[in-house]
């Protein structure tokens, strides 16, 4: 029986919760008069004088039938990265034990690992950007955390489910399959597979898809038991009262927008896959089941610059490895879009207007 308890630190096993002013009444009270608050109001409408519930129940009631996960499998952070530092926390002892991560990925998994004093254990995804599930299961010994995201940031693409689930299968420690851009991939996402699989743990987040990115909430779905975990060592009031309510909002009415925002960043990817590749400067536009497009220039720190002094901002990835020359071109609006293909066929025909001057 898979125990996440015995695979948590020994100073998290033994720790005793901070207990919020709230934890030890349920049910309406009388008056509050516990926590030390601004009894008279507060300057702004909304309650905010009063403190936000630290278990986030409202808003779980929310995402329980959106995502069709029951509520006690849910954990909701200040954005999906406080639930990248806390399972670090939680499952790897500082300069002892290490967490695997498979670059080029997103940085935060590193940046976190090493902010914890957590050894990183790098498994190259393969040429096709996939998991190397050998290499991955010969370093899985004296690991405690795997890292994988699927869809990949910054390549694109979804990683094999059949991939994942053969690591997760044989991996002893916790398989966190970070699904930020699950919204745009053609792969379902792996909630339906917590059931039988209980060192999983699936990441999503409301900054992507459902356009909440400065509400900061992102969530973590598993194994009742991590679940625990996870709240048993978050800050008592990680997200805000002003968030909570927010992302509620944007879910009980905001759904049949967000599927068309979808719809309609699929299509522009689509359409921007095809504008690039009649670029001559353009060497290949890598797959993509996410909202950008990671794109191999011939010149991408030129491009990269020109765009800049255009002032439009993309994202050179070209210093990782795996992703030489390639720029990150974020899915726009379909008139952003057209703004920067117009930028980048700007600076091919001055490319080639200046070629042609030389050979003069
Ligand atoms: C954007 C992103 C996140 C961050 O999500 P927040 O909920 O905003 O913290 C996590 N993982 C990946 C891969 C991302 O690209």
């Given at each position: 029986m898979f125990d996440p308890e015995k695979l948590a630190r020994e100073n998290i096993r033994s720790l005793k919760p901070y207990t919020s002013a709230r934890d030890e009444f349920s049910g309406t009270a009388e008056?509050?008069?516990?926590?030390?608050?601004?009894?008279?109001?507060?300057?702004?409408?909304?309650?905010?004088?009063r403190y936000p519930d630290p278990l986030q129940r409202a808003l779980k009631e929310k995402i329980a039938p959106l995502k069709g996960i029951?509520?006690?499998r849910i954990f909701v952070g200040n954005g999906s990265d406080e639930a990248i530092d806390l399972l670090l926390r939680i499952f790897c002892e500082p300069g002892r034990d290490a967490a695997i991560v498979c670059p080029p990925t997103y940085g935060m998994y590193t940046v976190a690992a090493a902010i914890n004093s957590v050894a990183v254990n790098e498994i190259p995804l393969n040429d096709e950007f996939q998991l190397n599930v050998p290499s991955i299961l010969d370093a899985a010994e004296g690991a405690k955390l795997i890292f994988i995201c699927s869809p990949n940031n910054p390549t694109g693409n979804s990683i094999d489910r059949t991939d994942i689930l053969q690591v997760a299968e044989r991996f002893a420690g916790i398989v966190v399959v970070d699904e930020a851009y699950i919204d745009f991939s053609h792969q379902a996402s792996m909630i339906g597979d917590l059931g039988r699989l209980p060192n999983l743990v699936v990441l999503q987040t409301?900054?992507?898809?459902?356009?909440?990115?400065?509400?900061r909430v992102g969530v973590a779905f598993g194994n009742e038991k991590i679940i625990e975990l996870l709240a048993r060592v978050k800050p008592p009031y990680n997200v805000s009262g002003l968030s909570q309510d927010a992302v509620a909002a944007a879910i009980v009415g905001g759904e049949p927008r967000v599927a068309d925002w979808i719809e309609q960043v699929k299509q522009q990817r689509g359409i921007m896959r095809d504008s690039l590749l009649r670029?001559?400067?353009?060497e290949a536009v890598y797959p993509s089941d996410a909202n950008f497009l990671l794109v191999k220039f011939s010149e991408a720190d030129k491009i990269y610059k020109f765009l800049l002094s255009k002032r439009i901002v993309v994202r050179n990835r070209g210093t990782m490895s795996g992703c030489e020359r390639c720029l990150r071109l974020t899915i726009g609006t379909p008139g952003e879009n057209q703004i920067l293909i117009s930028a980048l066929e700007k600076y091919e025909n001055q490319a080639a207007s200046a070629s042609a001057e030389k050979t003069i």
């Open positions: 008056i509050y008069l516990d926590a030390n608050e601004n009894a008279f109001g507060s300057p702004v409408s909304g309650r905010l004088n029951d509520s006690g409301f900054s992507k898809a459902w356009g909440m990115a400065a509400a670029l001559k400067q353009v």
